[in-house]
C-alpha cells in the first residue's frame, strides 16, 4: 500500500508552488521559473524544474483528462493545490519514464495535503493510483483530439480547423507539442558557422547547421536530456553568437538593412533583431534601439555589449515616436499574441483568449502608424509578429497600404533556402507545421515613396 506521509524534494515544491501561482494569476513561464526556482538549486535541478513546469503547463488539457475521469465531484470543485497536484502526479506518471509511478503519487499526495487536508490527500492518491494503471485513449473526434490529447485551447483549435483543414490543424498543434531546439546565430563580425561549430566542439558542446539559415546551428541535446552549458564557453563570452531562432533571424534579414543604413528598431527588447539589422548595416552604420520599458532596455544592453555591437538606446512609445524622418531602415517588431511560438511559450495557451486578438491587432496598427512616421523618404518600413493569426498579420499589414508606402519584397535579403517562404504579395510567412521545425512567423516591408 503507498503511504500518503512521504513528503516531497524541494525541487517539486517549488514546481507546485509555481503552478498553483499560475493557476491564481496566469504569467509568463520564465518569469514563474525565475521567481520559484530556488538560487540553492544545482543545474540539474533547475532543468529538472523546467521539466516538470513546462511539461506540466504543455500538457494540461491532456493531463486533466487523464484524472477528471476518476473524479466523485465537479473538477471546478478541487482545491487549487490538490489540482496542481494532480497535474503534477499525471504528467510524471504519463510522460517521465524515469519517475517511478510510486513516487510520483507520494509526492503529489504530500503536496496537495499541505493546504487540503487528509481529504485532499486521500482523494489524490486515489485517483493518481488509477491513472497509472488506467491509460487515457486519444479521442476520435479531430476538435475532441486536438483540444485534449494535443492539449489546446478549444477556441483555437476550431479555428485552426476551419482555416487550415483537419490534417494542417493537427499538424500545428503536434509542432507545438514539440520542444524547440537552442539555435545560435552567429556573430559574422567575429567568426563564421564552420569555426564557431568547431570552436564550441572543442568545448563539449555539439552543433548541427541550421535548417535554412546559413548563419544559425542548432544545438544538439545531451543524451539523457538536458541541453549542454554553451553560456560558460569562451565563443560565447567572446560574443561569437547569439541565441536565436532561426524565424527571427530571417525576420531581421527580411527588414533589409544595408550597409551604413540608419536603423531603428522600434520595438527592440531583449535585441535578437537589432543585432542582425547591426550587423547588415556593418561598422559604418548606425542602430538605435528603442523601447518603451527601461528594464528592458537594460536587458537589450547587456546582450549588445557582450557581441560588441555599438547600439543608441532610447525608452521611447513606438506609436508615438520621438524621431522625425531620420532613418533609412525601421523595424516594428510589434508585441504580439505569440501564438507562433507555442512550443516554448506554453504557458501562452492557457492565458490568451481569442478576443485579445482584436486586441493586439489593433495596438499593433497605431505602433505602426507612428513608427512609420520615421522613414525617410525611400527608406523601408518591416513589419514582423511571431504568430500566423490573421488578426495579427494581413489584417494589420493592409493598414499600410495606403499613398506612401508600397511593398518592397523583401526575398533578396533572404537565404536562398528561405526564400519559399515568401508569397505573391510580398509577405514572409513561417509556419509551425512547415516540418523544418522553425518557429511561426510573419513579416511584410513596405518601401516609403519620395
Request: aromatic share 8%.
Amino acid at each position: 500500500m503507498i503511504s500518503i506521509q512521504t513528503g516531497a524534494d524541494p525541487v517539486r515544491e517549488a514546481v507546485h508552488r509555481a503552478l498553483v501561482a499560475f493557476s491564481r494569476r496566469p504569467s509568463n513561464a520564465e518569469n514563474l521559473l525565475d521567481r520559484f526556482s530556488s538560487r540553492d538549486f544545482e543545474a540539474r535541478d533547475r532543468a529538472f524544474f523546467r521539466e516538470l513546469l513546462y511539461g506540466s503547463l504543455r500538457w494540461r488539457g491532456r493531463l486533466d483528462a487523464a484524472y477528471e475521469r476518476f473524479l466523485s465531484q465537479p473538477a471546478g470543485r478541487l482545491s487549487g493545490p490538490a489540482r496542481e497536484a494532480l497535474r503534477l502526479g499525471a504528467y510524471q506518471i504519463m510522460f517521465m519514464d524515469r519517475v517511478p509511478n510510486h513516487g510520483a503519487v507520494n509526492t503529489s499526495v504530500h503536496l496537495a495535503g499541505q493546504e487540503g487536508g487528509r481529504g485532499a490527500r486521500g482523494l489524490v492518491n486515489a485517483v493518481l493510483r488509477r491513472v497509472s494503471r488506467e491509460p487515457l485513449d486519444p479521442p476520435k473526434k479531430i476538435e475532441d483530439r486536438l483540444t485534449v490529447w494535443e492539449s489546446h485551447p478549444r477556441w483555437l483549435v476550431r479555428r485552426w480547423i476551419a482555416a487550415l483543414g483537419p490534417k494542417a490543424a493537427r499538424a500545428r498543434c503536434e509542432a507545438n507539442n514539440a520542444e524547440g531546439p537552442v539555435v545560435l546565430r552567429v556573430n559574422p563580425w567575429v567568426t563564421d558557422t564552420a569555426a564557431l561549430a568547431e570552436k564550441l566542439a572543442a568545448s563539449g558542446v555539439e552543433t548541427e547547421p541550421g535548417r535554412v539559415d546559413p548563419d544559425s546551428l542548432w544545438i544538439k541535446p545531451k543524451g539523457g536530456g538536458g541541453q549542454p552549458s554553451f553560456t560558460k564557453t569562451a565563443a560565447f563570452t567572446g560574443g561569437a553568437f547569439i541565441v536565436q531562432d532561426e524565424s527571427s533571424s530571417l525576420a531581421g534579414r527580411f527588414a533589409g538593412a544595408g550597409p551604413g543604413h540608419r536603423v531603428l528598431d522600434a520595438c527592440a527588447a531583449p535585441g535578437g533583431k537589432v543585432a542582425v539589422m547591426g550587423w547588415m548595416a556593418g561598422k559604418r552604420g548606425a542602430v538605435t534601439a528603442a523601447d518603451n520599458v527601461l528594464r528592458r532596455l537594460g536587458r537589450l544592453k547587456i546582450n549588445c555589449a557582450r557581441i560588441a555591437l555599438p547600439v543608441r538606446m532610447v525608452v521611447m512609445d513606438a506609436g508615438n515616436p520621438a524621431f522625425g524622418e531620420a532613418f533609412d531602415s525601421v523595424l516594428v517588431d510589434a508585441p504580439c499574441s505569440g501564438i507562433g511560438v507555442l512550443r516554448r511559450h506554453p504557458d501562452a495557451r492557457w492565458r490568451i483568449q481569442e478576443k485579445d486578438l482584436a486586441w493586439h491587432r489593433e495596438a499593433q496598427r497605431k505602433i505602426l502608424v507612428g513608427a512609420a512616421r520615421t522613414v525617410r523618404p525611400g527608406g523601408w518600413l518591416t513589419y514582423s509578429v511571431c504568430t500566423n493569426e490573421p488578426e495579427e498579420t494581413d489584417e494589420v499589414a493592409r493598414s499600410m497600404d495606403r499613398a506612401g508606402f508600397v511593398r518592397d519584397p523583401g526575398v533578396a535579403a533572404l537565404p536562398e533556402a528561405a526564400r519559399a517562404f515568401t508569397g505573391e504579395d510580398g509577405a514572409l510567412r513561417i509556419l509551425p507545421e512547415s516540418g523544418l521545425g522553425l518557429d511561426g512567423f510573419f513579416a511584410v516591408r513596405w518601401r516609403r515613396e519620395g
